[in-house]
C-alpha cells in the first residue's frame, strides 16, 4: 500500500539534528521493510500552537509503499520519542511525481537557475 507520512520535529532541535532525526526515520521504515518512494525536507515553520512548548517545528514528508504492520510498528516507536512533535500517516492511491511548493530543495533550485 502507498502512504503519505507528514513529520513534525521539535523546533528546539539544531537544522542537523533534525535532518539527522529524518535520516533515522527513513532507515527505520527501510528495517520494518518499507519503500521510500519520495521525500522532501519543507524546514522550519511556525506552529499554529504550541506542542510540547515548542512554537516551531521542522516539517519532513514521504511517500512510501509498506503494509500496515510495518508501518504500525514504526508508528509504536515514533511515539516514543519527544522529538517527533506529530506525525500523520495517510493512505494514497499514487504518488505525485513533482515536488510539492513547500520543498526547500526545489525553491533553492529556481533560485538558482535566475
Do not use: C, H
Not at 11 to 18: E, H, I, M, V
Not at 90 to 97: G, L, Q, R, W
Amino acid at each position: 500500500m502507498l502512504y503519505e507520512s507528514v513529520f513534525v520535529f521539535s523546533g528546539q532541535l539544531s537544522p542537523k539534528l533534525a535532518e539527522d532525526k529524518f535520516k533515522e526515520t527513513i532507515e527505520q521504515i527501510n528495517q520494518a521493510g518499507g519503500k521510500i518512494l519520495k521525500k522532501e525536507k519543507w524546514g522550519l515553520r511556525t506552529l499554529a500552537y504550541k506542542i510540547k512548548k515548542n512554537s516551531k517545528g521542522y516539517y519532513f514528508m514521504i511517500n512510501s509503499e509498506s503494509s500496515y504492520e510495518a508501518l504500525s510498528k514504526f508508528d509504536q516507536k515514533i511515539k516514543q520519542d519527544d522529538d517527533f512533535l506529530r506525525f500523520l500517516n495517510i493512505k494514497i492511491k499514487e504518488v505525485d511525481k513533482e515536488a510539492s511548493f513547500l520543498d526547500e530543495t526545489k525553491s533553492k533550485e529556481k533560485m538558482y537557475e535566475k
